[in-house]
């Protein structure tokens, strides 16, 4: 008599929402949380020493709507902003979203080509931003590439007349009554696009994720309820609005929950964070790893009261576990939660609970959001795989965007014809759901045929005392097709690191495979606005290097 064979679970799982998706617009869940907190406090500036309650906020944002109008602006017109967080960011995004215009987010960190290509993809009728940040004259970069942009009629900079004017006109409309507000906010539905994201692009132009009302207010609302935030909460935001993190889980978290935004610097600053978290007594505190480790490492530290911490997001690549451990230790953050998610899905497809184990915080990036399905398959087949194999996630739900913008072609290679988003990253489910990401299928060495993640040698490397971050990227080999290459960076006074003192840290404890047999020591790592670790670009210097020092 043949035994019964057991079907191995499939790597498939979707979250239960204890409430319903929301099925209106960001401008009317804007308007109930006024109605029910409007003398609650909705932002805070630090950088500018502007403060405004909920219905201080909604006066500003119904004011620049209304200057909109005024302005030409109307349903599905795209209106680009390009300036470092501030006040006007966030009046900017409401605003456009009360009239149905789509706002384009714009890279802080592009050039003029950069500026030229979304101002033309995009077809952006008007273009609000900062006069300058930094080292970036931006008036005279939109200068330089006006002409070439057919479809950009108004440049509106900031804390300049025509921003002024802008004002002045939603002023003076919103005098004569409210009546063109209203009939532009009944011609909208959630399903409208509303917003639309470059993906930071490895190869050739950046795409435009295209996201509708209902696909950034449901991530924003969700994150929020995992992280329970109420109307009492404070969440302090040093993570850029122009990316999902800053707009969508700070923005729209705190204004679909009554909560206060508060932005301490127009960029992230290790000290301001602190001074902002402690001086405004927040409860959450968001960023990704290299900005815990910066405001943990910060030498003034100690000095800041961060007792009203309870929560807070940590995304945008995997947490070393010592970091996890000092986050909640040191910051007092038990509740923080790690996100995982790309532009593609408004961002959030995966995330950690508040009673989750550090062990799950660390080794998972968390379980299927509410109202969300996760699997994982096999990149060739396509076929879901066993819990336990590792294969590509991918994701499906109210989240994954309507497409890239004017792309049809990019669409279909990034979402399948049953909805599933594609996300090009290495999952293993475990028996719980909770998914551990390896690295992106892209970024996976293969040695003398033996695959490698570098995420497990960069834990790994973690526990060294005198590292205090590694990357790992694969550089070509001739014997093996690919080597491994460390890059490291090092605690303050530590004695110096090389290649045979790395490897003798690990032989013995790694497998001779997965031993680095280059090191590369670095005060920074290439990284995007958004903190995430550019490996292109890491192993295009990589590869440099080792030429250079073979003399080739």
């Known amino acids: 008599m043949t035994g019964t064979v057991t079907p191995a679970v499939p790597s498939y799982d979707s979250g239960v929402g204890r409430l319903p998706l929301l099925g209106d617009t960001i401008g009317d869940n804007f308007d109930r949380t006024v109605a029910r907190h409007g003398d609650r406090l909705a932002l805070v500036d630090r950088a500018a020493g502007r403060r405004w309650t909920y219905r201080e906020l909604a006066d500003e944002v119904d004011t620049l709507a209304a200057g909109l109008l005024h302005a030409g602006i109307v349903k599905g017109d795209r209106v680009g902003i390009w300036a470092p967080n501030c006040a006007e960011w966030t009046f900017v995004q409401y605003a456009t979203?009360?009239?149905?215009?789509?706002?384009?987010?714009?890279?802080?960190?592009?050039?003029?080509?950069?500026?030229?290509?979304?101002?033309?993809q995009a077809g952006i009728r008007m273009l609000v931003a900062a006069p300058a940040f930094k080292t970036s004259d931006y008036a005279a970069m939109i200068d330089g590439v006006r002409g070439d942009c057919p479809d950009l009629e108004q440049v509106v900079l900031l804390g300049r007349s025509e921003?002024?004017?802008?004002?002045?006109?939603?002023?003076?409309?919103?005098?004569?009554?409210?009546?063109?507000?209203?009939?532009?906010?009944?011609?909208?539905s959630p399903d409208d696009a509303i917003n639309i994201q470059y993906t930071s692009g490895t190869t050739g132009f950046p795409k435009g994720a295209t996201l509708s009302h209902h696909n950034i207010l449901n991530n924003g609302f969700f994150?929020?309820?995992?992280?329970?935030?109420?109307?009492?909460?404070?969440?302090?935001?040093?993570?850029?609005?122009?990316?999902?993190f800053g707009m969508v889980m700070g923005n729209l978290?705190?204004?679909?929950?009554?909560?206060?935004?508060?932005?301490?610097?127009?960029?992230?600053?290790?000290?301001?964070?602190?001074?902002?978290?402690?001086?405004?007594r927040c409860t959450s505190l968001y960023g990704v790893p290299t900005m815990f480790i910066a405001e943990l490492a910060d030498p003034g530290f100690?000095?800041?009261?961060?007792?009203?911490?309870?929560?807070?997001?940590?995304?945008?690549?995997?947490c070393p576990v010592e970091v996890m451990k000092q986050v909640i230790e040191r910051m007092g953050m038990s509740e923080v939660s790690i996100c995982y998610g790309m532009t593609e899905t408004s961002p959030v497809s995966l995330q950690t609970r508040s009673d989750d184990t550090i062990?799950?915080?660390?080794?998972?990036?968390?379980?299927?959001?509410?109202?969300?399905?996760?699997?994982?398959?096999?990149?060739a087949t396509g076929l879901t795989v066993p819990r336990g194999e590792p294969g590509e996630l991918c994701t499906r739900g109210y989240s994954v965007m309507l497409g890239y913008w004017n792309q049809t072609e990019k669409t279909a290679e990034a979402i399948d014809a049953a909805r599933w988003m594609h996300t090009g990253d290495i999952g293993?489910?475990?028996?719980?759901?909770?998914?551990?990401v390896t690295g992106r299928i892209?970024?996976?060495?293969?040695?003398?045929?033996?695959?490698?993640?570098?995420?497990?040698?960069?834990?790994?490397?973690?526990?060294?005392?005198?590292?205090?971050?590694?990357?790992?990227?694969?550089?070509?080999?001739?014997?093996?097709?690919?080597?491994?290459?460390?890059?490291?960076?090092?605690r303050e006074g530590a004695a110096p690191l090389d290649a045979d003192a790395v490897r003798a840290f690990c032989t013995g404890r790694l497998a001779h495979y997965k031993i680095p047999r280059y090191v590369h020591v670095v005060d920074e790592f290439p990284m995007t606005v958004t903190g995430k670790i550019r490996k292109v670009e890491m192993r295009d210097a990589s590869v440099a290097i080792l030429r250079e020092a073979a003399g080739k």
């Open 442 to 490: 892209k970024d996976m060495v293969i040695r003398g045929g033996e695959n490698i993640y570098p995420r497990e040698i960069e834990e790994f490397l973690y526990t060294h005392p005198d590292i205090l971050d590694a990357q790992i990227v694969g550089v070509p080999d001739e014997k093996y097709g690919e080597e491994l290459m460390a890059w490291i960076r090092l």
């Open 163 to 188: 921003w002024d004017d802008l004002v002045a006109a939603g002023r003076d409309a919103l005098a004569g009554g409210r009546a063109d507000l209203e009939a532009a906010a009944r011609d909208l």
């Open 223 to 244: 994150v929020g309820e995992l992280c329970h935030y109420t109307e009492e909460d404070r969440v302090c935001i040093p993570v850029p609005f122009y990316h999902c």
């Open 359 to 379: 062990e799950q915080r660390v080794s998972t990036v968390g379980r299927a959001g509410p109202h969300i399905e996760i699997k994982v398959v096999d990149p």
């Open 302 to 318: 100690d000095g800041y009261d961060l007792s009203s911490l309870r929560t807070g997001i940590m995304a945008g690549s995997p």
């Open 97 to 120: 979203a009360k009239i149905g215009a789509i706002l384009v987010n714009i890279n802080p960190a592009y050039r003029s080509h950069e500026l030229q290509y979304v101002l033309t």
């Open 253 to 280: 978290s705190c204004t679909s929950h009554g909560a206060a935004m508060v932005i301490p610097a127009p960029s992230f600053d290790p000290a301001a964070t602190l001074a902002a978290v402690a001086e405004e």
């Open 428 to 436: 293993v489910m475990d028996t719980d759901g909770y998914v551990a």
